[in-house]
């Protein structure tokens, strides 16, 4: 594991660079199971080393979620309430989703790692299965490159443990450390997909957007 994620610091522009990033503002677009394959505004807000808040702006109205460290929100037009406090796998993939903005805290976010290797679209890929006790698993794919390219988690529910896939890709430079521009979220009856378009690095970014969001409202 360590060497895997030697490879992988060093794919992104080294550790120095990455330590360098602290925050940034992205905008781009998201199309999901609730757009009908439409392409609709998005912002996501990230501040080291795991807050993260994502603003969909939707026509009937902007769809949040965030994450403050400590604490996961949603208010979205779907969910089953205005304001939703997530907890148990839920509040995990939030979290996973804000660590991962930063990679040098990813492998200190797990107490144990295994490693293994498998392909990908006839890919040969590395995986690091990073584990915490009473958690389920998550594991990461690597490829050649040493770019992680894959996050594969569980999420316990009513009907069962089930799969939620990421896949990143496009990775581009921002203030010299490469970030992935496009990233796709796969589970059993849905697919989101969010494009980037800009990425403002170390912008001052106010400790709020990262709190609890005001319950959703349609317009």
Known sequence: PDQVFSKYLEALGGA???ASLTSFVATGTYTGFNTGGSEFPVEIVAGAPDKRAQIVRMPQGDAIKTYDGRTAWAAEDWRPMPLLQ???S????ARLEAIVAFPAGIQKAFSRWQHSSTTIDDRR??????TNPGELPVNFYFDDSGLLVRVVRWNRTAAGTVPVQV??????????????????MTWTDGQNTFVLKDVRPNVQVDAA?????????RR
Do not use: C, H, W
């Open 86 to 88: 997530f907890t148990g």
């Open 16 to 18: 120095q660079r990455l």
């Open 209 to 217: 957007r990262f709190a609890r969001p005001a319950p959703y409202k």
């Open 90 to 93: 839920n509040l995990t993939g």
């Open 167 to 184: 896949d990143y890709s496009e990775y581009r430079d921002v203030a010299g450390a490469k970030m992935p521009f496009r990233t796709i």
């Open 125 to 130: 890929v590395e995986i690091l299965q990073g």
